[in-house]
């Protein structure tokens, strides 16, 4: 069980896609039903869901607390640098 207040804009999470791992930014804390996209987002304070930049994208995602594993700045990787070691 997650802190209620485990997350905050700017922090750098991680969450599991269709794609696979994703790494984005907290970019809004959202406590309200709202809509994104094409549904309503069912967040409330007791259970708020969050705003998130990917990383490598633009793309907007909004996942709630319990998909979000939180990952140090240091863990993100350079732009301009491959994350796989080079083929020798």
Not at 25 to 38: R, W
Request: proline content about 3%.
């Amino acid at each position: 069980m997650r802190k209620k207040d485990a997350f905050k804009v700017g922090d750098h999470v991680e969450w599991n896609s269709e794609a696979g791992h994703v790494r984005g930014t907290i970019k809004k804390k959202v406590s309200a039903a709202m809509k994104f996209k094409t549904y309503t987002v069912c967040a409330s304070k007791a259970e708020p869901q969050y705003l998130i930049k990917s990383d490598k994208t633009d793309h907007m995602a909004m996942h709630k607390g319990a998909a979000l594993k939180k990952i140090n700045k240091s863990d993100r990787p350079s732009k301009g640098r491959s994350t796989h070691p080079a083929k020798k």
